[in-house]
C-alpha cells in the first residue's frame, strides 16, 4: 500500500520558517520524481516545487530563492524547506510522487501552512 504522509505544517509568522518533510512507503522511492503543491482556500492546486528522480529541482517564480526542496532516497523522504515566509503561502501543502512511464502518481493527505501575524 502506497502512503505519503506529510509533517511540518503549523501556523507562522511573515518572515518566519517551516520544514516539511513527505515520508513515503510503498513504492520504489529512487524511481519516482516528487513535489510539492500548494491549494490556497478557493484555489486550485498548483505545484511549488519539484525534484526528479536525478535531483534536478524546479520552484514555481514565487517561491524561488526562500523555498529549497531536497530528497533522501536512503529514507525514502522529501523536504521543503521554506523561508521568508509570506501570508500568499497560506494554504495545504501536499506530496506527489510521479512516475509517469508506469502511470503512477500518488498523494499524501497534505499538511496545513498559515502565515499570518
Known amino acids: 500500500q502506497v502512503q505519503l504522509v506529510e509533517s511540518g505544517g503549523g501556523l507562522v509568522q511573515p518572515g518566519g520558517s517551516l520544514r516539511l518533510s513527505c515520508a513515503a512507503s510503498g513504492i520504489l522511492f529512487e524511481r519516482y520524481d516528487m513535489g510539492w503543491y500548494r491549494q490556497a482556500p478557493g484555489k486550485p492546486r498548483d505545484l511549488v516545487a519539484r525534484?526528479?528522480?536525478?535531483?534536478?529541482?524546479n520552484y514555481t517564480d514565487s517561491v524561488a530563492g526562500r523555498f529549497t526542496i531536497s530528497r533522501d532516497n536512503a529514507k525514502n523522504t522529501m523536504s521543503l524547506q521554506m523561508n521568508s515566509l509570506k501570508p500568499d503561502d497560506t494554504g495545504v501543502y501536499y506530496c506527489?510522487?510521479?512516475?509517469?512511464?508506469?502511470?503512477?502518481?500518488?498523494w499524501g493527505q497534505g499538511t496545513r501552512v498559515t502565515v499570518s501575524s
Open positions: 506527489n510522487a510521479k512516475r509517469p512511464e508506469i502511470m503512477r502518481d500518488h
Open positions: 525534484i526528479s528522480r536525478s535531483g534536478k529541482t
